[in-house]
């Protein structure tokens, strides 16, 4: 079944100056609308490189708690037919694989971007028809990528859970552990005649445990806070975190999952390189049995991450 990619209708929806319909957002979703245009919030920066340890561990549950967000300061434009190559096969119950829509919209709409998913962690979970071969360094720079994000997140993880007073292992225990899967996305936002009526990813928050991007240069990430889409400011060389689904359940609902969606530009392409992590499929997630007692209830169901994720995808009740 032929699928049309956002990439290859640029040309003409740029010539013509306008959008097909089912890419125009409802008022209360269109960028023009609804971005906040005043005096931008300090979205909290976190310095890796601080010697007082202590200070970024209150840091990063502030951040956590109040914003589900922080930054840690410290090859995709291929032929659309090479593309192809490494598209997800129709009816594949995996995400992987090159290809455009992801989850069901509720009015119908489409996102104004193209993507290519894979696993780069653990090595037994890559399947490699979906890593390109072209550039032919691709493959070994995502395993050299995936050794230093690991150690990335596990310092996140020690950290966000000495944040809610348990032990440095226990967050990511609570996770999946040393199963937990490194998923990376490689987003493609083409330049887009009217970004003042679409998106590039609606309004949402990610289903993984934690989320690690690194964007390009062109701004189009956007934070809900206070009933505000606030504008993240780039920051060269500096990483994005994100708190997924997960880590708020298992906080029981301490930490927050931040409410994000992506806009478009104009004149530049954007892209963006997340890497979510992942509990195993047949995991079990809740909340920590640290954190809950007759005071603090259980606030979400244990679930296996496969059938949480099956119910989020296809706009389910959880």
């Not at 606030?230 to 359940?249: R, W």
Request: aromatic share 10%; hydrophobic share 35%.
């Amino acid at each position: 079944m032929e699928v049309e990619r956002v990439q290859a209708i640029v040309s003409s929806s740029l010539t013509k100056g306008n959008i097909p319909i089912e890419f125009i957002r409802p008022e209360d979703e269109q960028p023009a609308i609804t971005t906040f245009h005043g005096p931008i919030p300090d979205i909290p920066v976190i310095d890796f490189n601080d010697p007082d340890q202590g200070n970024v561990i209150r840091c990063m549950a502030d951040a956590s708690r109040d914003w589900g967000y922080s930054r840690y300061a410290s090859a995709y434009k291929f032929i659309q037919e090479e593309k192809e190559l490494y598209a997800k096969p129709h009816g594949a119950p995996s995400i992987e694989g090159y290809g455009t829509k992801l989850v069901r919209d509720v009015h119908g709409k489409k996102n104004w971007a193209d993507h290519l998913f894979h696993r780069i962690w653990p090595p037994t979970s890559i399947n490699y028809q979906f890593l390109p071969q072209n550039p032919p360094s691709y493959r070994e720079v995502n395993e050299e990528y995936a050794q230093e994000a690991r150690k990335v997140v596990d310092k996140v993880f020690k950290w966000l859970s000495v944040g809610l007073g348990l032990g440095p292992d226990v967050l990511k225990q609570g996770a999946g552990g040393e199963e937990i899967v490194y998923l990376m996305k490689i987003n493609y936002y083409p330049p887009c005649p009217r970004p003042d009526l679409t998106l590039g990813l609606a309004s949402h928050t990610d289903l993984s445990a934690m989320t690690v991007l690194v964007p390009n240069e062109v701004p189009g990430l956007q934070v809900f806070k206070g009933g505000l889409w606030i504008d993240a400011k780039y920051i060269p060389g500096a990483l994005i975190i994100h708190i997924g689904d997960q880590i708020e359940i298992l906080s029981n609902g301490k930490y927050k999952a931040v409410q994000h969606r992506t806009t478009v530009d104009k004149e530049k392409a954007r892209m963006s390189w997340p890497i979510f992590l992942e509990p195993p499929a047949e995991f079990v997630v809740g909340p920590l049995d640290q954190l809950v007692d007759p005071q603090e209830p259980p606030k979400y169901k244990p679930k296996k991450f496969k059938d949480y994720s099956y119910c989020r995808l296809n706009k389910l009740p959880q």
